[in-house]
């Protein structure tokens, strides 16, 4: 079946300007999180939709950075004057949390994040 | 005290050789215990899990948990140049909406 989709795959965009990133998670997962990875570095942890509970925000960066996810399906996160240090590939995963099972995340391809 | 600590390496063997990563951890609600694969330019997946302690064998592959040491291990056997890679440790928090907490990946270098 599907995997996690993510796009655009690539966004150049100048600083200051707002950018929307789109992930489209496994249909029936529960959990959807989104992750920073600059090149070289470990997962930076961003946010976390669980269900219908609250997110978990703790890993947002900054007020400019923020997240949806409707109907609990499609999630957007936004960056609102980007700057450079916003640079990175923002990468989304989704999974299915229940009873006995690991967990287990399956990750999109990313979008590669160019602030110039 | 971070959550989940990892050495970053990058750790280089040599083909064929036994290779030994770790991950320590603080939190004692983490129960499911997950290894990733990331390839360079790829993202994440998911190799093995073990839930709670003990060991867990897949081919080549062998991941162990001690709960009590809160220390969890990925051993590779006969390592391949194509096992090359980021292994990311990663737990599951029960008492956080299960959230998944990553190591930082160690940066492996297996030499032909």
């Known amino acids: 079946g599907a995997g996690v989709s993510q796009s655009p795959s690539n966004k150049v965009t100048e600083k200051g300007k707002d950018v929307e990133l789109r992930c489209d998670p496994i249909s029936g997962h529960t959990a959807l999180y989104w992750y920073r990875q600059s090149l070289g570095q470990g997962l930076e942890f961003l946010i976390y939709f669980q269900g219908n509970s609250a997110p978990d925000k703790s890993g947002l960066p900054s007020d400019r950075f923020s997240a949806e996810r409707t109907g609990g399906s499609v999630s957007t996160l936004t960056i609102q004057r980007t700057q450079q240090e916003d640079s990175a590939v923002y990468l989304c995963?989704?999974?299915?949390?229940?009873?006995?099972?690991?967990?287990?995340?399956?990750f999109g391809p990313g979008t590669r994040l160019t602030v110039t | 005290q971070k959550e989940v600590e990892q050495d970053p390496g990058p750790l280089s063997v040599p083909e064929g050789a036994i290779v030994s990563l770790n991950c320590t951890y603080s939190n004692s609600a983490f129960q499911y215990f997950m290894w990733y694969r990331q390839y360079s330019r790829k993202g994440p997946e998911l190799l093995m899990y073990?839930?709670?302690?003990g060991n867990k064998e897949d081919g080549r592959f062998t991941a162990q948990v001690d709960k009590s040491s809160k220390y969890i291990s990925l051993f590779i056997r006969d390592s391949q140049p194509s096992d090359s890679a980021t292994y990311l440790c990663a737990m599951r928090d029960m008492n956080r909406d299960d959230k998944i907490i990553f190591g930082k990946g160690t940066r492996l270098h297996i030499l032909p």
């Open positions: 995963a989704s999974s299915l949390v229940s009873f006995g099972t690991s967990g287990q995340q399956y």
């Open positions: 073990t839930y709670s302690s």
